[in-house]
């Protein structure tokens, strides 16, 4: 959509009208277009965005004047800013009128201890905070967050880098006591608590519903038993490696206690378990199973001491499962899928990935016999190797529903079975087909029969050429072509066919040069990010060519010798563009 006057542009229906016709678009990028066709059109696209992510490259863009522009800002998102432009940012919008419910900050030295000074004053009062991956997580931090946010439903306290100084249980005990609303709470990679953090918050959250305490290594299974005995309202139950036993790879992993699965399944409301990569049992699935436990989420990503008997035991029973993550289950076959299918009737989302035995057979079992399902994972698998050869099994197999396929890392894949699957999934949005190098022209057929196909990954197929490409694929916006074996010809018929693209990853494209990246900047108008990161056949004096003749970009990652002064940063920032 180009740039028109606001004299050019009748809008006779109200804003309520505009507002249904513009929430019905998938993506906040697509307003950018739409903003630039009035003053109207710019104030009703601004009202409608309530998230909003700030980093180090957004930040000289946006002024923290400029967060009045969308008065209906709920969540705000704000990532590895400098000291000094954080606590503004935070000082500005405790100033503001913004409706401000949930702010995340991750991967800061510390706790901006005046800015949150400054929001909890604000009111309505912040409801969810996360503060992951914080350099310096201290005992002092936790009170200061449960003195400035009592109101708080959801922490995030995961994964902090210090260990001089880190988070201790009477800590976590003080915080339960002032956090009594708190329903979500996350302190995975807090390594040194132990039994008594999570036991004080479900003995004082008294609406706690969801627990994640991923590695976590010196809380014990007796110790998550007695903490869920005191909230059996606890609805989600996220743990990993926990306590210490029989010794499976830097960690040890005890087998699953009697007194773990009774706790467990004390739990009648529990709808998401996750136990990645831990050990534990056919018994613990079977008796999740004979208790009725409500599952709608299963994860036993990388688990270890169960088999195929406790899975079909629990999905035989459980029968309303929707997101299922079997990674690295040996036992996986083809025929077992199929089995397991009688079950799945509510499937939304399967990952089997890793598990070597699974084939093209059990995508079109999944296919078939799940009609809801819509997001697919079988990267690592054998998807290629042994093709379904019968005509019947595949004839009038479609799944309109599956919109996203990953199938990265299948060294079996051929064109044949990917074409294939255009043909079963014809309303793929996403596919990834990373590292399958024995991928070459069939994903322009998958292009052709897959019209919505909007994010498309081929970084590290070096067969990949797309040169038969001859018609418009109007609806990709991403495409991932690092590492891949496109050159300037290749370009230059996606440039033609795909002129619609948003952002193209170039990285480490050795057979591109400068010829073929300036026919995708002059053909691709709507190209916003582009990342030309060791590609060595690219001159660098191409980055100010590609600013100024392609006013929609607002990313570019240079090329190898690129030499980018701040006064060019500054004058490449005042025409919109982030060069770095």
């Avoid at 109200?14 to 009035?38: A, G, V």
């Amino acid at each position: 959509m180009s740039e028109c006057s606001e004299d050019s542009i009748e809008l006779h229906l109200p804003d309520e009208c505009w507002e249904l016709i513009f929430k019905t678009l998938k993506s906040h990028r697509h307003f950018q277009p739409l903003s630039l066709l009035s003053k109207q059109c710019l104030s009703i696209t601004n009202r409608l965005r309530t998230s909003l992510t700030v980093t180090p490259q957004t930040l000289p863009t946006l002024p923290p004047r400029l967060l009045l522009r969308f008065p209906s800002l709920t969540t705000l998102h704000i990532t590895r800013l400098p000291h000094a432009h954080l606590h503004a940012l935070l000082l500005h919008l405790s100033r503001s009128a913004l409706p401000l419910r949930s702010l995340s900050l991750s991967a800061h030295p510390s706790i901006p201890s005046d800015g949150f000074r400054y929001l909890s004053q604000k009111t309505p009062p912040l409801k969810s905070l996360t503060c992951s991956h914080i350099a310096s997580l201290t005992n002092s931090d936790l009170s200061l967050i449960k003195d400035y946010f009592p109101f708080l439903e959801h922490l995030d306290l995961s994964f902090p880098d210090n260990s001089s100084d880190p988070v201790s249980d009477s800590a976590v005990e003080a915080l339960s006591l002032g956090l009594p609303n708190l329903r979500r709470v996350n302190l995975s990679g807090n390594f040194f608590i132990h039994d008594p953090s999570i036991l004080s918050l479900c003995k004082n959250c008294q609406f706690l519903e969801e627990l994640v305490i991923f590695e976590c290594h010196f809380i014990t299974q007796r110790g998550i038993a007695s903490a869920i005995r005191e909230r059996p309202c606890v609805s989600s139950l996220c743990v990993s490696n926990f306590g210490c036993g029989a010794k499976k790879g830097d960690f040890f992993r005890p087998h699953v206690t009697s007194d773990f699965i009774e706790a467990l399944v004390g739990l009648k409301g529990l709808t998401c378990l996750d136990l990645s990569f831990s050990s534990i049992s056919d018994e613990l699935l079977c008796c999740v199973a004979e208790e009725g436990i409500p599952l709608r989420k299963l994860v036993l990503q990388g688990c270890c001491n169960y088999s195929y008997v406790g899975v079909l035991c629990l999905l035989s029973t459980c029968r309303f499962v929707e997101h299922l993550d079997l990674q690295n289950a040996e036992f996986l076959c083809d025929q077992r899928v199929e089995e397991l299918c009688a079950f799945l009737g509510n499937l939304v989302y399967i990952d089997v990935s890793g598990c070597r035995m699974v084939t093209d057979s059990a995508l079109l079992a999944l296919a078939r016999n799940c009609p809801l399902l819509n997001e697919v994972r079988m990267g690592a698998t054998d998807v290629g190797k042994r093709k379904v050869d019968d005509d019947a099994l595949v004839s009038g197999v479609v799944n309109y529903q599956v919109k996203s396929l990953y199938l990265g890392n299948n060294s079996w894949l051929r064109d044949e079975s990917v074409e294939m699957f255009a043909s079963v999934f014809p309303s793929l949005e996403v596919l990834d087909l990373s590292s399958c190098c024995g991928v070459y022209e069939g994903v322009v057929e998958v292009l052709r029969r897959c019209t919505e196909v909007r994010h498309l990954s081929l970084a590290f197929c070096s067969g990949v050429r797309l040169t038969g490409l001859n018609f418009e694929v109007r609806k990709l916006e991403e495409l991932n072509l690092s590492r891949s074996g496109i050159d300037d010809e290749a370009l230059s018929v996606i440039s033609k066919c795909c002129r619609w693209l948003l952002q193209l990853d170039l990285e480490n494209c050795s057979r591109v040069t400068a010829k073929g990246v300036r026919q995708m900047v002059e053909n691709c108008t709507q190209l916003r990010e582009i990342s030309l990161v060791s590609c060595y056949e690219v001159e660098a004096s191409i980055v100010a060519w590609m600013v100024f003749s392609r006013p929609s970009l607002r990313r570019i990652m240079a090329p190898p010798r690129f030499d980018l002064s701040d006064g060019q940063r500054e004058l490449f920032l005042r025409h919109g563009c982030l060069v770095c």
